[in-house]
């Protein structure tokens, strides 16, 4: 049902086209001192063309029984929805409701909490999480070596595949790494051997797959790797 190579290529587009306005505009800083947060509406803008329904910061399913706050559950950053399905069925908020119908008029209409037809089952939909892992880091402004860069091209992604691989009503989703190195080699190696990380901790992950978008060099950064690491559930 989904090509993670249909999209990582999709965002690797919308990034090149950032990369040109800001060479345009003269930066000072490029797409490598961006916070991980900002980069979210460029993936997005780069999937619009193709996606009908494209959904942002969603809470992960989770089960019925548990029934959290929204504010306590965990999120994903994007969320797609097949083409046709305009909104994301949330059998948490759908329990609530045959909750809430209990003892009243509409209890009898109020028996199963199914999703209505153009909504999409969790089961159905693309959930992504978004890293970001820079070579060198800029803080206050300035860039400077990211002496945890290894530790957190593993720890990042790692927990974001836990936290997806978790919720039972989760079927597709991947965790889109994006790697700002020196060298052109580096992204896919330093990607590769993240997943092989994870992999010997048995965990359920596939092969990247792999765009890079080559970016000026402002402070050691000249190349930004976009690697989709799928999640096998």
Same mark, same amino acid.
């Given at each position: ?7 990582? @290529? ?15 505009? @003269? ?12 980069? @979210? ?53 759908? @329990? ?21 037809? !153009? ?26 070596? !990211? ?73 050691? !950064? ?12």
């Amino acid at each position: 049902m989904w090509s993670y190579s249909e999209i990582v @290529h999709s965002v690797s587009d919308a990034f090149q086209a950032y990369e040109r306005e800001l060479l345009d505009e @003269h930066a000072v800083a490029g797409l490598d001192s961006y916070r991980e947060i900002d980069l @979210h509406p460029i993936a997005y803008s780069g999937l619009t063309p193709y996606f009908d329904a494209i959904l942002r910061e969603v809470c992960l399913p989770c089960t019925e029984r548990d029934l959290p706050g929204r504010n306590a559950r965990d999120r994903a950053d994007l969320v797609l929805l097949p083409n046709g399905k305009k909104s994301l069925y949330d059998p948490v908020d759908a @329990h609530k409701e045959l909750q809430q119908a209990s003892g009243t008029l509409f209890e009898p209409v109020a028996s199963v909490a199914a999703p209505k037809a !153009n909504e999409c089952p969790p089961s159905e939909a693309m959930w992504i999480e978004i890293k970001s892992v820079p070579q060198f880091r800029y803080v206050d402004g300035v860039p400077i070596p !990211n002496t945890k860069y290894a530790q957190e091209l593993i720890a990042g992604p790692r927990e974001d595949v836990i936290k997806l691989a978790s919720d039972p009503q989760i079927r597709h989703a991947g965790v889109l790494v994006i790697v700002y190195t020196e060298l052109r080699e580096a992204g896919p190696h330093d990607l590769s051997m993240s997943v092989r990380a994870m992999i010997d901790q048995d965990l359920p992950v596939g092969s990247p797959e792999i765009e890079q978008v080559e970016i000026q060099d402002r402070g050691g !950064n000249a190349w930004c790797t976009l690697g989709l690491i799928p999640v096998r559930l």
